[in-house]
């Protein structure tokens, strides 16, 4: 949930996602573009104050911040398990 600012979101899915360390805009310059030159979809939306993302299970995501913000984010899977 975004309570004030905005964000660039990028997510892949499960199948191609990886854990990586590498911060957000360097990947999204570098991996994203490189993810893509092989065919596999990354999809991006915009995150405006107000606007809850659920990004389901196994999903890669990275994210800039496209203006100061505030928000929180909630690990559903840990709340009420695998579903």
């Not at 990586?20 to 030159?37: M, Q």
């Not at 606007?51 to 913000?69: C, F, M």
């Amino acid at each position: 949930m975004l309570a004030y600012g905005r964000k660039h979101w990028f997510l892949v899915p499960p199948e191609h996602a990886s854990f990586d360390t590498t911060p957000g805009p360097v990947w999204i310059a570098t991996v994203a573009p490189a993810l893509r030159a092989k065919g596999v979809p990354v999809f991006e939306c915009i995150q405006e104050a107000g606007d809850a993302l659920y990004i389901p299970h196994g999903w890669g995501h990275a994210v800039l911040n496209l203006k100061t913000s505030v928000g929180f984010a909630l690990n559903l899977e840990q709340i009420w398990g695998s579903f």
